[in-house]
């Protein structure tokens, strides 16, 4: 589906909201490979980042890759599939940029699982992992990038912490840029690479259509919720 009208190209970038999506899959190919795992935390504005979905997902296929992310067949058994999900995910990325490490491998597996379901659209988007060379800072994996700044980081490859990793990262760069008056998403387009999310800034953000207020009710997280995590299902849109 092509973008919607009204682009973030030229919004200014630390008055955007920002919805950092994580995935853990069976794989590295959408289609053969299915999510496992999906996490959005959303940073606006002002605001510490807010964790807005968290859930195992079933994959409707036998569980690989368990070595990785440490997540078994018997953990997803009465996790929710996609399908159910999808509405949460789509109102946790509404009216924002979506981030995240290396964000073309989790672009690949949006795509694919949404597009299954009749509901992909393109969505302006940004890498924290590419924001480093923007900011002279050499690419690098998660857990470099959280040595490199201070940021307390275990690297479980669980969808929690590695969107909440990414969020905090991208809040450092995000600050970087103001403090070199790279102010709009245009200016992030002049700093001298050539990255392919560039014109993604032409999109504007999804706007959601969902009308209940309330959260799925067959999430299952795969870690009890750490008291400083505010779940903030249906308080957005």
């Given amino acids: 589906m092509p973008c919607r009208p009204s682009g973030v190209l030229h919004q200014i970038i630390h008055e955007t909201p920002i919805a950092v999506l994580d995935f853990e899959t069976t794989g590295l190919t959408p289609g053969f490979d299915r999510v496992v795992e999906v996490s959005v935390v959303r940073v606006d504005p002002g605001s510490p980042p807010r964790l807005m979905l968290d859930t195992l997902i079933n994959p409707d296929r036998r569980m690989a890759a368990t070595e990785v992310h440490g997540i078994t067949d018997q953990a997803v058994a009465d996790a929710p599939r996609f399908k159910d999900v999808a509405d949460d995910l789509l109102h946790a990325l509404s009216g924002c940029v979506l981030a995240a490490h290396n964000v073309y491998f ?132």
């Fill in 106 to 237: 989790d672009l690949r597996f949006l795509r694919f699982e949404l597009d299954r379901l009749g509901l992909f659209q393109e969505v302006p988007h940004l890498c924290t992992m590419h924001s480093r060379p923007l900011l002279g800072l050499k690419a690098c994996g998660l857990d470099d990038a959280c040595k490199a700044d201070q940021i307390a980081f275990t690297p479980t490859h669980s969808s929690r912490s590695d969107s909440t990793a990414a969020a905090l990262l991208w809040m450092r760069y995000r600050d970087a840029f103001k403090d070199r008056r790279v102010l709009t998403f245009h200016d992030l387009t002049k700093l001298g690479k050539k990255y392919k999310f560039f014109s993604s800034f032409e999109c504007g953000p999804l706007t959601s259509t969902r009308k209940a207020k309330k959260r799925s009710t067959s999430l299952k997280p795969r870690m009890p919720l750490e008291p400083e995590y505010e779940r903030t299902f249906g308080a957005i849109g």
